[in-house]
């Protein structure tokens, strides 16, 4: 049995990390962090009454390394990199949900955080932990930057066609929507019933910090500088996020042609699904799937993707992470 500890226990991403970890045959989980809970887990998640029986506890990391062999660091950003350096020198591996370790460059991460990085030398040789891209130089790793959750539907969505030429890398516009349980379980007004409740509103646009992500890695997978217009949603829904992608073909090329080209792009992926109809959130929710389309109108790429922003938006894509490091078969306890 690998031994796992849940840092950051109370949150929404820890709550789903647990939930498909206790039906894992080779994870037992032994730590559960919280710096404001004692009590068992299911006093804060009581849906997991009978199947994580630990108590949350406040250990120092040298503490959490004794008892665990891997972490899934389930803390916001900053507060994630403050522990894992010390994690790491335990020699306890670490999939890290936060944004700490995706953004290669120190001085982009500052930009964008409003911090500085306190770990530089990791950043840029951390693997950036989407599998259908990465699969390979994730194995075997002792840190995985879990991507973030409208990230991993964009690049999803768009990397097929990058990389097979069929759309301008300097023409993508991103409409993204999220479910309220995108912004974590910490109390936020924006996020109060009475505020988000029956309204659908933009946020943070022109300046989101997925932008410069999806940026990077679809520039890296496709080599190609790719520039993307991102506007974040939140929707008045628990979960899910749903992007409508619109780009300009790179050359003449058809429907068919670029069905053709993502499917043959994802033909040997379980947990992205090339479907032809609509997909609709409620198709992916609570899975690791990833569904997406496209269609080609009015002489413009459309691609349409959607996902669970808490499974195969995190907690679900990092333990697809914790299989590839720790040499599980990459689908245990996700199907
Ligand atoms: N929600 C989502 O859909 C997604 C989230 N992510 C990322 O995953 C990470 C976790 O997100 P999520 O679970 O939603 O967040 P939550 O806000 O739900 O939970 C985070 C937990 O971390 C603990 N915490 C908060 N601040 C600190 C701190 N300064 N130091 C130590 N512990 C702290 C809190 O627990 P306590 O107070 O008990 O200590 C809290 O319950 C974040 O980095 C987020 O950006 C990524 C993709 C999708
Ligand atoms: C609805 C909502 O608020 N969503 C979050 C994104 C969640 C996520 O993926 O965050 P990280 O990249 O920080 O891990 C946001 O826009 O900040």
Redesign the pocket.
């Known amino acids: 049995m690998v031994r796992v500890g849940v840092?950051?226990?109370?949150?929404?991403?820890?709550?789903?990390v647990m939930r498909l970890l206790q039906r894992h045959p080779h994870a037992e989980v032994t730590v559960v962090?919280?710096?404001?809970?004692t009590g068992p887990v299911s006093s804060?998640h009581p849906s997991l009454t009978g199947q994580i029986t630990v108590n949350?506890t406040?250990p120092d990391p040298d503490e959490i390394a004794e008892k665990t062999d891997v972490c899934f660091?389930?803390?916001?950003?900053?507060?994630?990199m403050?522990?894992i350096p010390s994690l790491l020198a335990s020699d306890v591996r670490v999939v890290?949900?936060?944004?700490?370790y995706r953004l290669s460059d120190p001085s982009v991460y500052e930009k964008w955080y409003g911090h500085v990085h306190t770990d530089p030398t990791r950043l840029g040789t951390t693997v950036y932990g989407l599998p259908e891209l990465y699969r390979d130089q994730i194995r075997g790793q002792n840190l995985v930057a879990?991507?973030?959750?409208y990230t991993?539907t964009s690049i999803l969505a768009l990397a097929p066609f990058l990389k097979a030429d069929l759309i301008d890398p300097q023409a993508i516009i991103i409409d993204a929507k999220?479910?309220v349980?995108?912004?974590?379980?910490?109390p936020k007004v924006a996020t109060l019933y009475a505020e988000c409740n029956e309204s659908f509103s933009a946020y943070s646009v022109g300046n989101h910090r997925h932008a410069p992500e999806i940026e990077q890695v679809l520039s890296n997978a496709s080599g190609k500088s790719v520039e993307v217009l991102f506007t974040p949603h939140l929707v008045p829904m628990d979960?899910g996020i749903f992007a409508t992608i619109y780009a300009t073909p790179a050359r003449d090329t058809t429907e068919s042609e670029l069905k053709e080209a993502l499917r043959a792009f994802y033909s040997n992926e379980k947990f992205v699904r090339v479907v032809d109809h609509l997909p609709r959130t409620k198709d992916v929710a609570y899975t690791n799937f990833c569904d997406v389309t496209v269609r080609l109108v009015r002489g413009r790429v459309m691609i349409l993707a959607v996902l669970d922003?808490?499974i195969k938006?995190?907690a679900g894509v990092a333990v697809q992470n914790f299989n590839l490091i720790s040499d599980f078969d990459e689908e245990t306890a996700l199907l």
């Open positions: 840092i950051g226990g109370t949150g929404y991403t820890a709550l789903e962090t919280s710096r404001s809970e804060s949350f406040n660091c389930c803390l916001p950003h900053k507060a994630s403050d522990c890290d949900l936060s944004a700490d879990n991507p973030g959750c991993s999220s479910g349980s995108g912004a974590g379980r910490s979960r922003n808490m938006g995190a």
